[in-house]
Structures are given as structure tokens and as C-alpha cells.
């Protein structure tokens, strides 16, 4: 079992930045594909940027060049730099862990387990 915690949310202003981190406990993290994902009021949680076990990242095109994600397999923690932020980036955001080895890491319902969220809020 994985437990996942997400930290580093906030209010910032628009073109801030933020770093939100995910520090996982009781699995083998560096084999697992760390993603990100974000929900909205009223909307469905969409793929935000993920990073497998052998290092492949992706993102969404709505983040493409303002966000990156990374990971230290030494410290057990993902991360998630978010520069640039816009007012629609306002979003509960979730850390989830993936543990089989597949390249497809954008769909939600393959990630075993999820973090709690950390409310991110970006003000125009």
C-alpha cells in the first residue's frame, strides 16, 4: 500500500508561481509513474503532467511550457513546478502513483493510488 501526500498549495496571483510536492510512503516509489491531476468546482478531474519509472514525461497542452514535473527517487517525492499560473490553473490538485509499466500515463482510472489534494488558487 502507497500513501501519497501532496503539499504546497496556495494563493498566488496571476503569473506566480508555485512548487507542490508529493512525498509517498510504503511502496518501492522509483518504481512507480507519478502523475498529476486537477479538479475543478463542477468539472472532471483532468491529466495535468506525469513522469514514468524510466524517466518519460508528458504533459497536457494547457500546461505545456509553464509547468514541470520532476521526482527524487532518493527522497520518495514528486514534484510539480507551476510558473506562469492563470486564473483557470485554479484547481484541487492530486498526486497519484502508477504501478504498472506502461507508457500511457494521462488516464486516471489506470493510477492505483491518489494523495488527499492540495487547493491551488490562482487570483486575476
Known amino acids: 500500500q502507497v500513501q501519497l501526500v501532496e503539499s504546497g498549495g496556495g494563493l498566488v496571483q496571476a503569473g506566480g508561481s508555485l512548487r507542490l510536492s508529493c512525498a509517498a510512503s510504503?511502496?518501492?516509489?522509483?518504481?512507480?509513474?507519478m502523475g498529476w491531476f486537477r479538479q475543478a468546482p463542477g468539472k472532471e478531474r483532468e491529466f495535468v503532467a506525469a513522469?514514468?519509472?524510466?524517466?518519460?514525461?508528458t504533459y497536457a497542452n494547457s500546461v505545456k511550457g509553464r509547468f514541470t514535473i520532476s521526482r527524487d527517487n532518493a527522497k520518495n517525492t514528486a514534484f510539480l513546478q507551476m510558473d506562469s499560473l492563470k486564473p483557470e490553473d485554479t484547481a484541487v490538485y492530486f498526486c497519484?502513483?502508477?504501478?504498472?509499466?506502461?507508457?500511457?500515463?494521462?488516464?486516471?482510472?489506470?493510477?492505483?493510488?491518489w494523495g488527499q489534494g492540495t487547493q491551488v488558487t490562482v487570483s486575476s
Open positions: 497519484a502513483a502508477l504501478g504498472q509499466h506502461t507508457l500511457v500515463a494521462h488516464v486516471a482510472d489506470d493510477y492505483d493510488y
Open positions: 510504503g511502496g518501492t516509489f522509483s518504481s512507480y509513474t
Open positions: 513522469m514514468t519509472w524510466i524517466g518519460g514525461i
